[in-house]
């Protein structure tokens, strides 16, 4: 059983930059792949970003490629997302979620823990 709490949204201006963590409880946090997950309102969750459990691959949406960057600190159980260049559809709640213990996992099915979501907005 994994516990995750996710922290970090916040307002943010256009172009600016905001860093998300996830802390997870529990001893077996470097088992888990990791990833990111946004929902917009009126919208369908949708993934953002991904890591392996040892922290050597990553994935992206296009959406956010080159200005997103998922990293994680297993000594610290924690996964973070910094999210640059900030555009106003980035604008939803974020959720972090653990999964299997090898690959890169995209899609909602793939995750077994969920955070409780922070919400991100982007506005001027």
């Known amino acids: 059983q994994v516990q995750l709490v996710t922290s970090g949204g916040a307002l943010a201006q256009p172009g600016g930059s905001l860093r998300l963590s996830c802390a997870a409880s529990?001893?077996?946090?470097?088992?888990?792949?990791m990833g990111w997950f946004r929902q917009a309102p009126g919208k369908t969750r949708e993934f953002v970003s991904a890591?392996?459990?040892?922290?050597?691959?990553?994935s992206y949406a296009d959406s956010v490629k080159d200005r997103f960057t998922i990293s994680r600190d297993n000594t610290k159980n924690t996964v973070y997302l910094q999210m640059n260049s900030l555009k106003p559809e980035d604008t939803a709640v974020y959720y972090c979620?653990?999964?299997?213990?090898?690959?890169?996992?995209?899609?909602?099915?793939?995750?077994?823990?969920w955070g409780q979501g922070t919400q991100v907005t982007v506005s001027s």
């Open positions: 890591i392996t459990s040892s922290g050597d691959m990553t």
């Open positions: 979620a653990a999964g299997g213990p090898t690959g890169l996992y995209t899609t909602i099915n793939e995750y077994d823990y």
């Open positions: 529990g001893r077996t946090f470097s088992r888990y792949a």
